[in-house]
């Protein structure tokens, strides 16, 4: 069943990730992260070299990806901003050079239109938008593309999200912040079909908000449109564990499952290899829940 499913949407990418294709697939799709920024939370300058992130991409093909997410700036709290012509110059050789050597899907994280237009031109197949297309050009690009995009939610910026974020109402506060950007989207151009929703574990959220939003995964159900998953190696796991960055792999797995289990249909990870065995333990016992 795992694998009938993930053959069927190989068929035709972009229509598999409408909602209508993903909502018959019994188990996530597993995107790998692949920073190629010196100053990323986790692998930061592990994979800043061209030869480094090419050895990195052939593993994550090794071990069971399904997407590959590249990001040229680092997200994390207190990251340095790069600029377009940096960020450009970072994604877009290794985009090329994945696309004419390999057959893999592509997704690129940026919030900057220029780096959205080129990747789309050189055959990105996602783009993933911690900033959901709020930047000056952004709803644009995406509206002249058939390219899929995941709009994740964020309270404040990178730099101060983390200092205190509040919400009347976690979940209502968020769907109503979806509602706002497909809104948006659909009056570019924009069809929700082609929309993904992401949380945003981690962007303004404290402990108790990550694992709350984890746990009612499922209450964005009713948007209709999917739901991927981003928690890896997260200071929810590291927080609440004690552990270090590179000791969070139990509690990534955990959180990888729960959200599968909470019908996520993408689960971005650093550790693919495991991520892809834990899902596959979970969909042969899927199989027995009646
Ligand atoms: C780029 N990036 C870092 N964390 C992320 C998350 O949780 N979701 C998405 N979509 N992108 C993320």
């Known amino acids: ?32 992260i692949l920073n190629i920024t010196p100053d990323s939370f986790s692998d930061g300058g ?48 290794l985009l090329k050079a994945i696309k004419t050597n390999y057959d893999i899907k592509v997704s690129i994280d940026t919030s900057k239109a220029a780096v959205m237009a080129q990747s789309i031109e050189q055959g990105a197949d996602i783009i993933n938008d911690v900033r959901a297309l709020q930047n000056e ?18 309270q404040g910026l990178p730099r101060t999200m983390q200092n205190n974020p509040q919400y009347s109402d976690l979940i209502g506060d968020i769907k109503q912040f979806f509602i706002e950007r497909i809104e948006a989207c659909e009056q570019a151009g924009i069809n929700q079909n082609r929309i993904i929703l992401d949380p945003g574990f981690g962007f303004g959220k404290t402990l108790e908000q990550n694992y709350q939003l984890l746990a009612q995964l499922h209450k964005f159900d009713d948007l209709g449109l999917s739901i991927l998953s981003g928690t890896s190696r997260k200071s929810m796991i590291g927080n609440l564990l004690e552990r270090k960055v590179d000791e969070r792999l139990a509690g990534s797995l955990t959180t990888a499952i729960i959200a599968a289990q909470q019908q996520a249909k993408i689960i971005r990870v650093h550790d693919v290899k495991e991520t892809v065995d834990a899902l596959k333990v979970l969909a042969i016992t899927q199989k027995y829940q009646y």
Do not use: W
């Not at 990418?13 to 018959?24: E, G």
């Open 1 to 32: 069943m795992y694998f009938l499913n993930k053959l069927n949407l190989y068929k035709d990418f972009k229509m598999a990730l409408t909602n209508k294709y993903f909502s018959s697939l019994t188990q996530p799709l597993v995107m790998g």
């Open 46 to 93: 592990k994979f800043a070299s061209f030869d480094n992130a090419l050895k990195q991409v052939q593993k994550m093909i090794d071990d069971g990806v399904d997407i590959i997410d590249i990001g040229g700036e680092s997200t994390r709290p207190g990251a340095v901003e790069v600029s377009e012509a940096d960020e450009l110059a970072r994604v877009i050789p």
């Open 137 to 154: 050009g952004c709803l644009n690009v995406l509206a002249n593309s058939d390219v899929p995009v995941c709009l994740m939610h964020m």
